[in-house]
């Protein structure tokens, strides 16, 4: 019972974790609709800048706050040379090709300038350390990861409900068009929307670099985590993002706790059902 | 241990010699591979189950994971750690960083270890890549000494694949890692393993040689022969 308690908080550190992940790529697609293959790359790109930040700097909670802003206006640069040409219905191909592609290059910049090797980025001293559990002695950093989570949610839930700019994003989500015809530059909203969302992978990239490391490869292991997320939630939706995240995070601890052979196996087979009883995902729009 | 074939084999033979040897095994891991994600279900299943020490395989990102999760979790020190030596190398020692202190492998190769051809490999390779060499460097060295003496021995004639293959086991030579040759049984390298434990030397993190367990060969793919 004692372990299944701390299965349950470490389900709950690796979902808030993948809910930071899956809010930006559901953003973006619930915005422009655009699926952002290169997601994954913007949390490593996030990662690495960290990791030099704190290296240079010492200071982990620059980190946090400089590379979502550095890898934001990244996304601001991309979005407007490059993803401006690509709305629309019709283009998901293209659209894909090119975020898959900046995938591929992104890799090979980030191997070039940051190298192979495995890097670590230690937790803030403040928040090393771990404090006894029943069985365990629990990392405080993990514990300090959840309280991102929620907050992030919290934050995120009153920014899209309670502000203006929440009220046109998500007029955006139902219909763009509609939004742009009410005098809305609706671009600057895409840019903003698809600025925040990278901005937020590259704040899951700092906060998980403690926990899960930096290696060459780390990008497509987190995109694939964070599609199942989003699938499973439901495209569009912060709900979804929120509940899909829970669902596999949990999946992904309690299979690797009772059944670790089959731990990729449950995550996919969890979505397979979600999809055979709700083919839009949990929260996910109707015709999506 | 790691979910594929190596990670089977490793722990196979560890398994093997632990039981005869009067050891008892509480549990097994299988874990995802090559990454297995987040670490802590792991970490919160082998505090729950007290084990008097873990034995653990890895090697590379995963090997970075595990250290680090295991010393997060306050395993280390409290439980000790044993591993096959990859897990601790010279190519993510750096990685681990304090984490991995204390960590106890079984190698046929450690940095420090005090042989000529060893002090020469190890100075040329820092001269030429400016990082230490680490066990993979030295596998690829030995790998190219023995292309080397095979062609030597067939004076390279490579159109004869029979002689080749003939001349392969006779090949010895003495490496960065001691004496090497083949098994004849296995015909995998029969060479010196070295018990290391992880310490600070002047202020860096090395494999620090405590035993020659003196030769052993490499038993191969045991796998299908013993199981866990």
């Known amino acids: ?288 | 241990m790691p979910d594929y074939a190596a990670g089977e084999n490793t722990i196979t033979s560890f398994a093997h010699s632990f039981v005869n040897a009067g050891g008892e095994i509480i549990g097994v891991q299988r874990t995802p591979f090559p990454n297995m994600g987040d670490p802590a279900p792991f970490m919160a299943e082998i505090a729950d189950a007290q084990p008097d020490l873990v034995y653990a395989f890895y090697s590379g990102g995963a090997a970075v994971t595990f250290v680090k999760a295991y010393a997060d979790f306050g395993l280390a020190g409290n439980i000790p750690l044993l591993s096959s030596g990859f897990m601790v190398e010279e190519d993510v020692l750096p990685a681990q960083g304090e984490a991995a202190l204390g960590v106890r492998s079984g190698l046929h190769w450690a940095l420090l270890l005090d042989n000529p051809v060893n002090k020469a490999f190890t100075a040329a390779y820092k001269e030429r890549t400016g990082r230490d060499a680490n066990v993979f460097a030295v596998q690829g060295y030995d790998t190219a000494r023995v292309i080397v003496e095979m062609l030597n021995r067939v004076e390279g004639d490579t159109s004869n694949v029979d002689k080749m293959v003939e001349v392969l086991p006779d090949i010895q030579f003495e490496s960065p890692r001691g004496p090497f040759r083949f098994d004849a049984k296995s015909q995998n390298p029969s060479q010196h393993i070295y018990l290391r434990e992880v310490r600070e030397v002047d202020g860096v993190l090395h494999n620090v040689i405590i035993e020659d367990l003196g030769e052993i060969a490499d038993p191969g793919d045991n796998s299908k022969d013993l199981q866990v």
Do not use: C
């Open chain 1, 1 to 288: 019972m004692e372990t299944f308690i701390i299965q349950l908080l470490n389900g709950l550190v690796f979902s808030m974790l993948l809910f930071t992940m899956a809010a930006g790529l559901s953003l973006i697609f619930g915005q422009m609709d655009v699926i952002n293959l290169a997601h994954g790359s913007f949390y490593l790109l996030g990662g690495y800048i960290g990791l030099t930040m704190v290296r240079r700097l010492d200071s982990f909670w620059l980190a946090l706050l400089v590379a979502p802003l550095m890898v934001g206006a990244l996304g601001l640069v991309l979005e407007y040379v490059f993803l401006r040409r690509l709305y629309g219905r019709h283009r998901h191909l293209d659209q894909v090709l090119f975020t898959f592609g900046l995938a591929l290059i992104a890799a090979d910049l980030i191997r070039w300038n940051w190298g192979a090797y495995v890097e670590s980025v230690p937790p803030p001293e403040l928040l090393s350390g771990q404090i006894p559990l029943f069985t365990v002695q629990f990392p405080v950093y993990r514990l300090f990861l959840i309280v991102v989570g929620v907050t992030l949610a919290v934050l995120l839930g009153l920014l899209l409900e309670r502000t203006r700019i929440g009220a046109i994003i998500r007029a955006g989500v139902a219909d763009a068009h509609m939004v742009s015809a009410l005098g809305i530059d609706i671009h600057k909203v895409f840019a903003g929307v698809f600025a925040l969302g990278v901005a937020l992978a590259a704040l899951a990239g700092v906060l998980g670099a403690p926990v899960l490391n930096l290696y060459p490869g780390l990008d497509f292991e987190i995109l694939i985590l964070t599609l199942v997320v989003v699938v499973v939630g439901g495209l569009g939706t912060l709900r979804g993002a929120f509940f899909g995240s829970l669902l596999i995070g949990m999946a992904d601890t309690f299979g690797k706790a009772f059944l670790p052979e089959f731990t990729l196996f449950l995550i996919f087979a969890v979505m397979a059902v979600v999809l055979l009883l709700r083919p839009s995902g949990l929260f996910g729009l109707e015709g999506v």
